[in-house]
Nanobody
């Protein structure tokens, strides 16, 4: 059973930074793709950033230049470094992974950007 556990969310002022973590129950390189999604209240869940196992990361236009995806294979963890946060970044952030066409989701972590 694959488990993805996010952490690192919280309240931050505009212009601030947060780093989200997604800890997987197995090797992150066993997945075909890993990604971060977010869902604001009353809105659909949108893709923030994705990365196939041996490829480059791709980012939504709204976060390019501000967010960075990285991985630590030894810790089976994917990160989302978020800089210069804006109020419109407020959402629940979800970790996503897929293997052999089977999708897995974390429980989500709340990010609130407010002064």
């Amino acid at each position: 059973q694959v488990q993805l556990v996010e952490s690192g969310g919280g309240l931050v002022q505009p212009g601030g930074s947060l780093r989200l973590s997604c800890a997987a129950s197995g090797s992150i390189f066993s997945f075909d793709v890993m990604a971060w999604y977010r869902q604001a209240p009353g809105k659909q869940r949108d893709l923030v950033a994705s990365r196939i196992t041996l490829g480059r990361a791709n980012y939504a236009d709204s976060v390019k230049g501000r967010f960075t995806v990285s991985r630590d294979a030894a810790k089976n963890t994917m990160y989302l470094q978020m800089n210069n946060l804006k109020p419109e970044d407020t959402a629940v952030y979800y970790c996503y992974a897929a293997r052999d066409s089977v999708a897995y989701w974390g429980q989500g972590t709340q990010v609130t950007v407010s002064s």
